[in-house]
């Protein structure tokens, strides 16, 4: 799962939880970041092999402290805790209820990796591997990716009061995540190292949270006027 994971950031944002996209942003897909640090550091493995799956030449093959089910509520509990220190910092306002969408969001990833990969999520530790598969099958893996993302952005959309210069901002976001997931799925390309994987998810993952941050910055010329 891919772009998939943000449709549960788009979903989550509504203005009586006041969560900043990009915080959801980050809490969807907060396992892989520590995921691809373990594994620039040496922690966790994988290996990208062209054709391992119709939907994904990745092969992570140990990540028990990123992607076991224990660990992932073990990390969805952290992000819910440091959701408030994080608002105190950053001066945000903050809600109990914020803090447990944060920690669901980040559990999220977890339930949608289940969807997608193969047999290598595992409850814990290295064992008990489980994973439904649906990168064996491109189509469809495809079109759940897109549909959830769609879902996602119209209820964002829906639920949340935005100029109409901002819609169209969040509209033009969804439709490049939809031309970066073709080429995740579709497009042939040579298998990465390891370590080139795991960098090149922390700064895609990024840029989509800094596109996100100032998506919520985008105001109509008439609030800048008053303003």
């Known amino acids: 799962m891919f772009v998939g994971h943000y449709s549960v950031a788009f979903a989550a944002k509504t203005e009586r939880n006041r969560i900043p996209l990009w915080v959801l942003f980050i809490a969807v897909q907060f396992l892989d970041y520590i995921w691809a640090t373990l594994v620039l550091l040496g922690i966790e493995k994988l290996r990208v092999i062209k054709g391992f799956t119709a939907?994904?030449?990745?092969?992570?093959?140990?990540?028990?402290?990123?992607?076991?089910?224990?660990?992932?509520?073990?990390?969805?509990?952290?992000?819910?805790?440091?959701?408030?220190?994080?608002?105190?910092?950053l001066g945000?306002?903050?809600?109990?209820?914020?803090?447990?969408?944060?920690?669901?969001?980040?559990f999220s990833h977890w339930i949608l990796d289940l969807i997608?990969?193969?047999?290598?999520?595992?409850i814990y530790d290295n064992k008990w591997k489980v994973g439904f598969g649906l990168w064996n099958y491109r189509?469809?893996?495809?079109?759940?990716?897109?549909?959830?993302?769609?879902?996602?952005?119209?209820?964002?959309?829906?639920?949340?009061?935005?100029?109409?210069?901002?819609?169209?901002?969040?509209?033009?976001?969804?439709?490049?995540l939809v031309v970066v997931q073709i080429g995740d799925t579709y497009?042939?390309?040579?298998?990465?190292?390891?370590?080139a994987t795991a960098m090149g998810v922390w700064v895609f993952y990024t840029l989509f949270v800094v596109v996100a941050f100032f998506l919520e910055k985008i105001r109509s010329r008439k609030q800048i006027d008053v303003r």
């Open 55 to 89: 939907g994904s030449m990745i092969d992570s093959y140990f990540h028990p402290y990123s992607h076991s089910l224990i660990m992932a509520i073990l990390w969805s509990c952290v992000a819910a805790v440091a959701y408030k220190p994080l608002c105190s910092w």
């Open 92 to 106: 945000y306002s903050y809600k109990k209820s914020a803090a447990f969408i944060v920690g669901i969001a980040v």
């Open 116 to 122: 997608a990969h193969p047999r290598d999520l595992p």
């Open 139 to 176: 189509a469809p893996e495809f079109a759940l990716e897109i549909g959830l993302l769609a879902v996602g952005i119209v209820l964002y959309l829906a639920r949340n009061v935005m100029p109409v210069i901002r819609r169209i901002a969040v509209i033009a976001f969804g439709l490049a």
């Open 187 to 195: 497009v042939p390309r040579t298998p990465l190292t390891s370590k």
